[in-house]
């Protein structure tokens, strides 16, 4: 029996970072998934091997799961009660994954994904040996979500072959989980966020398992049902950073200055709540439509620069937002920012034509350009009983 789960990438219309620090933000999921296949070999080509292929940094990692076992403390198989990973834990992960496998320098942020794939692993499937493939559609390290859709996929495909969900295995297509195993596959991959991440909010995985458009506070989801459909060009300077240094870097800044950074988490909050409003707001008409897009550019371009305040805007960025601006058109960062991926709003009313001219542009200044649906489906699964 084979198992596939997919789970989206996502953009934050408002509220990065701040929602670190108890704001509201808004996010919504994006048609750019990540891929993940789980299959036990039969008894015949068992080698004892947990083997990971990593097809998009052209990886592939393997332990004999006899190994993990002895490195490991015995933890047992806690499947159905997502617990964190001890600090002592990763460390164990840490030189097991240095042990068994020469991960080249250039791809050393990578170690962080394998260790919570590890720990995922251990702790919903425990010493089976199996092989784990996965693909993704996303910009890995770019802002949008790359992270979260690796962490939901993982945690679907492990927890679908185990006990702890309730699953029609007999369904041909995609599947989606109901919201008990939904919540479970969360929380779980929750606990690898904080692997790669340190200190996430949450709003990535919960975005990513649930789809659509949400609302999200202090670990609190709520649905939006928007009423117009948003045009995003998501533009990736490909500038690479990472989320966990930057996260930590705002915490920083928020420990130097603790009037003015809560001060400037306060209006961002503000800012994400309107977003929210404004997106569920009726708009019977193009006139009400304009009048919406416009009040959401103005809210883009003000968190925008409370994100500078923040201090995790970057070169690449003002370069994209001077760009679109010479077309009158608002952007802001996405995700993690520091590099990575900027949104531009596309109102309804935008020609092709301006379109094509701003997307020349900025690929003229070497970044790459995507318009993408936004607010599709969640997590899902598929299972192939033939093999
Ligand atoms: N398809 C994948 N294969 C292997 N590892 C992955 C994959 N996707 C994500 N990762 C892990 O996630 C890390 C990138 O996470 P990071 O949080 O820095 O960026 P992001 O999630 O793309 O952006 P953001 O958090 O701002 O939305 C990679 O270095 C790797 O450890
Ligand atoms: C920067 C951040 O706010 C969003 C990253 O997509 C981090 C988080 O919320 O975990
Ligand atoms: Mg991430």
Wanted: some cysteine; glycine content about 8%; aromatic content about 6%.
């Amino acid at each position: 029996m084979e198992v596939r789960a997919r789970a989206p990438g996502k953009i934050i219309l408002a509220g990065e970072h701040a929602v670190v620090h108890g704001s509201t933000a808004v996010a919504a999921s994006i048609d750019l998934y990540t891929y993940v296949s789980l299959s036990f070999p039969s008894d015949s080509d068992n080698d004892g091997k947990l083997k990971l292929r990593l097809n998009d940094m052209a990886l592939e990692l393997s332990w004999p799961v006899g190994r993990i076992k002895e490195a490991l403390p015995d933890m047992g198989i806690t499947a159905s009660s997502p617990k964190p990973c001890t600090p002592e834990t990763i460390k164990l992960l840490a030189a097991l994954v240095e042990e068994h496998n020469n991960i080249p320098e250039a791809k050393i942020t990578l170690a962080a994904g394998v260790i919570a794939f590890l720990w995922l692993y251990t702790s919903i499937q425990g010493y089976k040996p199996a092989t784990v493939v996965v693909t993704s559609e996303l910009p890995l390290g770019s802002g949008l979500g790359s992270s979260a859709a690796f962490c939901v996929s993982v945690s679907a495909a492990l927890l679908a072959l185990s006990d702890s969900v309730n699953l029609d295995f007999g369904h041909h297509g995609w599947l989606s989980f109901g919201e008990n195993d939904l919540e479970l596959v969360n929380k779980w991959a929750f606990e690898g966020e904080k692997i790669i991440h340190g200190k996430p909010s949450g709003i990535d995985n919960t975005v990513s398992t649930y789809g659509n458009m949400i609302k999200f506070r202090s670990g609190e989801l709520t649905r939006l049902k928007s009423n117009t459909p948003l045009k995003m060009l998501i533009t990736n300077t490909k500038v690479g950073r990472n989320t966990k240094a930057l996260v930590a870097s705002v915490s920083e800044r928020a420990a130097r200055h603790p009037i003015a950074m809560p001060a400037v988490f306060k209006a961002v909050d503000s800012i994400s709540n309107e977003v929210a409003t404004i997106i569920q707001s009726p708009a019977h008409d193009d006139i009400a439509i304009t009048q919406k897009e416009d009040k959401l550019e103005e809210l883009m371009e003000m968190n925008q620069g409370l994100l500078q305040c923040m201090g995790v805007s970057h070169a690449s960025i003002e370069t994209v937002l001077r760009t679109t601006l010479k077309y009158k058109l608002a952007s802001k960062l996405t995700g993690a920012g520091g590099g990575g991926c900027v949104l531009t709003l596309l109102p309804t009313i935008l020609s092709g034509t301006v379109v094509d001219k701003v997307i020349a542009e900025l690929e003229g200044c070497g970044f790459q350009c995507l318009v993408a649906g936004i607010g599709g489906e969640g997590l899902q699964i598929c299972f192939n009983a033939s093999s």
